[in-house]
Every structure is written in structure tokens, then in C-alpha cells.
């Protein structure tokens, strides 16, 4: 019985047994796109590590709140002999009598190693790490599965990135290919139709520019590309041995078509009003009032936004959400600073029995630009949505406490957010402050979905709002 596979014997039908980026990459491969030799470990294998008898024995004796010793007892586990020899064969296969290095790739996960050895204890520690997040988030764990992919490093010197459409380029026509350098970046834009070049820009410190003439051949790959998979991609090349080949590729999400437009979520604050109309829904900061807005608009989301240190209504929202049954209401988790102090957050949350899960979305607080930079990070560690907070960001990002007039500096971080939400298909919201003209015309531009707003500013906010899509149609049109 054989249960791993070489990339060019699976497709996009196989996307949910062998994960998407393997099975893009093997419809490439059918297509003779070059891409760097792969093997991948399917669903079946991560099946196969937890089906022996010990495995099995553990996963049944472990309490789900009692992390550490979970990690502990399932790192224990053995690999199946038979898988580990598998594994052993399909890596001596793709790198031949001596070891090579290979890239070791789930989800946003990515190590590299070099030896069978090294390899067979890094499978191992992906699926205990996955194994830990299912169980921390009271998730299937032998249902949520994780594929793995094993591909070969194919090192250069001349490397970079080829994104076959981007959110920046103006046509559908022009591909976008980044050159990496060690201190800096050259960025060329190419007609995809032609091969011509049409832009050079440079970040950081280039030294010897890159003639656009050893890149264009990119360019046709990158109208392949789009037309075997059918959609926007960003992909690792690099020349190796004189000709390009592909590595990582990752789906490139972009902006909505200029007829969408945001929903207008309520921040209620006051009364709870007797109905409501034309809202995206509610959010209010305590917590008996969220539970009376989630039973009186049933069929409305309602996110209680859980304030720093005031751990106190957490009673009052598990009561809410197991006693009296509200599905429609979510939370809004305090602002951290750190990944470790989201970790220790959910942690936290696990140990008094407020779980997510299909019930219970938690939305992750971003604040401080670190929250930005590190944003693909937090939402690993398991969140449903962002909610932007810019009147703290702002005060961040200019470092000040002083209530500050919000800049370009803002621009970038929801930009960053907006680009990280739509790569890991999370929900984004906007908390605004006050209206202003600018900043709705660079939020419908930036394809941004939602944005809250107090209850008694949200007349004022769906006209501002309505005048600033007038705009950007007209100056689109």
C-alpha cells in the first residue's frame, strides 16, 4: 500500500485529500509549468499517525484544558514504521544518494531541513503543534486533517517572487515580478500578452540592476499560470541551472468589484433601539446589553467587546451563550501585544469554557502596529475576523496618547490588514471615529467589508458613506 504521491500525479480534484497549494502545483506540473520536484504526505498519512494503538490510547486519556501534558503525551507518539520507511523512500527518490535540503510545507507553515532523519522528526512536530491548536479550540482531531508538502530547494542567487495579477497593477494584462536582493528589492511590471516591460521600481539597496530582457519569459508563465488554475497567484521562482523553476505558491485575493459596497455595523451605546434596518450588525461593550441585543435581533450578528482586565462578564457571556442559546453572539477579544499573549489569551478563555467554534466567532483586536506586522501570525494562532481599531491605531502608529488626526500611516496598516484577512479567508471590520470623506473613499477602494460606527453617528455615516461610493463611481466610470 502506498500513500504518498509526487506532485504530478494529483490535480485540483484532489485538493481536499493532498491541501491546495499541493494540488495547484500538480496541475501545473500536467500543464509543463516548471516546478521544483514534490512529494506530499495526504490526509490519509496524518490519519495513519494517529491510528495506531498508543495514539489512540493517549488522544482518548488527555484532557482538553491540560495543554502542556497533551503536547507532552503526543509528542511521544511513534511514527508507523511503515509510514516513516515510506517517507524515507520518497525523500531518498527526490534527493538522490546524498542529502538534500527540502522545503517542509502546511498551511502557513514552512521549515527546512536536510536528511531523512531530520525530516521524519519535523512531519512529526507540524502534526503535534496542529494536534495542539485543534485541541485547544475543542476541534475534531481526527477530522481536521493537515497534508503536508516535501519539495525540493532549488537555491540561486537570482530569486524572487512572480505575482501573475496584482491589487496594484491597473489591467488584468500586467503580472507584477520581484527581485530579491540581499538588502533590497527590484520590482518589474510586464504585459502579460507581450513580454514587454512596462515599470522598474527599487525598495532598500540594489546594487547591478536586473535587465528586464532575463525576465520577461515569466510573464508568459504567469498568463499560463492564471489560465490553467484560473485565478490570481503569487509564486516562488528562482533560476536554477538556467532555466526558471516554481516553488510556493499562494492564491492572490484580489479587491471586490467596484459595485460592492460596506455594510454599516451599530456600536449601540444607549437604548437598545425596537428594530433596526439595513445594518451589517451590532457590537456593544457590556455585556448584558449584547445578550439582550443578540435575543431581541435573532437574526443579527452582536460582538461583545471584551475590555482589558475586566474579565468579570465572562460569567455573564458563557451564560448567555449556553444557557440562554444565543448563536449569534460573538466576541471581540482585548488587544495584545504579543503572539505568545494571544496564545495565553485563548488559553485563558479555553480554561473558563468559552471555546471557538461554529457558535462562536472570536475577533482579534488590532491596536498596535505590531498586531500588523506580525498580523498573519495572530491569525494563526485561530481567530474568525480583525476588527481595526483607528483611533487607538492611530495613536499607535504616531506614538502618542493623545487623541491624534488619523495619516497615510493608517492607510498602510489597513492595507496590511485587508491583504492578510483576505489570504487566510478571515472577516475584517473597521471601528471608525469620526466621519471623514477621505478615509470611506480608501476603504470602499481597498475592498474593505464592514466598519462600525457609534449608533448615533450611523445616519450621518450611511450618507457620508452613500456620497463616497457616488464618488468612486464617477471617478472610476
Known sequence: MRTLVFLQEIGLHDTGAFGEEAAALGNLCK??????????????????????????????????????????????????????????EFYRLLSGPRDTFVSIRAGNI???????????????????????SVQVRGGNLYKETLPILVQQETTADFFGSLFTSAEELPSSDLCLVEVNHPEGKER????????????????????????????????????????????AFMLDWCLYKGQFVFGGIKRVF????????????????????????????????????????????????VLFFLEPFNF??????????????????????PPVRTVDGMRELKRYLSGEKIQRGANLKFFF??????????????LQVGVDGVVLNEEEMAKSLLGTKEKVEPD???LWAVKETVRQCRTNKVEFLYRAGQPRDWL??????????GIIVPQHQYPQYVDSLREAEEKRLYVHG
Not at 468579570?312 to 448563536?327: A, I, N, P, T, W
Not at 470611506?440 to 467589508?449: A, I, K, N, P, S
Request: hydrophobic share 40%; glycine share 6%; no cysteine.
Open 31 to 88: 500543464a509543463e509549468v516548471p516546478v521544483a520536484p514534490a512529494f506530499v504526505l495526504p490526509s490519509a498519512a496524518y490519519v495513519e499517525f494517529l491510528s495506531t494503538k498508543q495514539a489512540r490510547h493517549l488522544l482518548s486519556l488527555v484532557s482538553s484544558s491540560d495543554l502542556v501534558e497533551f503536547r507532552r503525551e503526543i509528542a511521544g507518539i511513534p511514527f508507523p514504521p511503515r509510514l516513516a520507511k515510506e517517507i524515507e
Open 110 to 132: 514552512e521549515y527546512q531541513v536536510g536528511g531523512s532523519a531530520e525530516l521524519l522528526s519535523t512531519i512529526k512536530k507540524i502534526w503535534v503543534e496542529h494536534l495542539s
Open 188 to 231: 518589474f511590471v510586464f504585459e502579460k500578452s507581450t513580454g514587454r516591460g512596462v515599470r522598474r521600481t527599487v525598495s532598500g539597496l540594489v546594487g547591478d540592476q536586473t535587465d528586464a530582457r532575463d525576465l520577461s519569459e515569466l510573464s508568459v508563465w504567469a498568463n499560463k499560470i492564471e489560465q490553467v488554475l484560473n485565478g
Open 254 to 301: 484580489l479587491p471586490r468589484t467596484p459595485s460592492s459596497t460596506l455594510t454599516v455595523w451599530a456600536e449601540v451605546s444607549g437604548n437598545i433601539p425596537d428594530s433596526i434596518t439595513d445594518v451589517g450588525g451590532l457590537v456593544a461593550r457590556d455585556v448584558q446589553q449584547a445578550i439582550k441585543l443578540a435575543q431581541r435581533f435573532s437574526q443579527q450578528q
Open 312 to 333: 468579570d462578564q465572562l460569567d455573564s457571556f458563557r451564560e448567555g451563550k449556553r444557557k440562554v442559546g444565543l448563536k449569534n453572539l460573538h466576541l471581540i477579544l
Open 365 to 378: 483586536q488590532a491596536v498596535y502596529p505590531s498586531n500588523v506586522i506580525l498580523l498573519d501570525q495572530f
Open 408 to 410: 497615510e500611516s493608517l
Open 440 to 449: 470611506l473613499l480608501e476603504l470602499l477602494r481597498l475592498g474593505v467589508g
